[in-house]
């Protein structure tokens, strides 16, 4: 069985893999940083748009997670890409705040998505970091009742700014 079909991934409309920022741009979403960043917030609808690698993919008898941001442990590294980091910190709070994101599933060395297979994903807090879950686990999952409501309001702050 393949991935996809384990995630239940809508049929494809399109069998053609594209390199993460071209994926990225199909589904209507500018990125900040376009060779670097790995979410984003789709123009046309200010849905948030996460990358996440195949690899990274846990698979249970709940349905699928993925850790999204976790903070940097002590004595992480000097060269982490810090304005990556918080562009997806903020991506996460904002998909929280939503209910959801849609997710690219990267795959293969060259890290390419077919940006017609979205996950639905929904977004939690756990602790200091953030997970994706879809799948059985996603479903089982109640959405905040403030978070459309608080959605619509920083969707407007946006627009208004």
Known sequence: ???????SVPPRRSARRLPR?????????????PARSWSGIRCDDGAVVIAMREGDVQLGDEGCSCLLWAPLAEGAAPWVDRPIRQE???HCRLAVLHGGADGLLLRGAGAEADPYELLA??????GGEYWARWGAAARSMPVPPFAEAQAERLHEARIAA
Request: with cysteine; net charge positive; charged share 30%.
């Open 121 to 126: 994903l929904h977004v939690e807090k756990l």
């Open 21 to 33: 920022p071209l994926a990225f741009k199909a589904q209507g979403v500018a990125l900040k940083f």
């Open 88 to 90: 997806r910190l903020e």
């Open 1 to 7: 069985m393949r991935l996809c079909e384990i995630f």
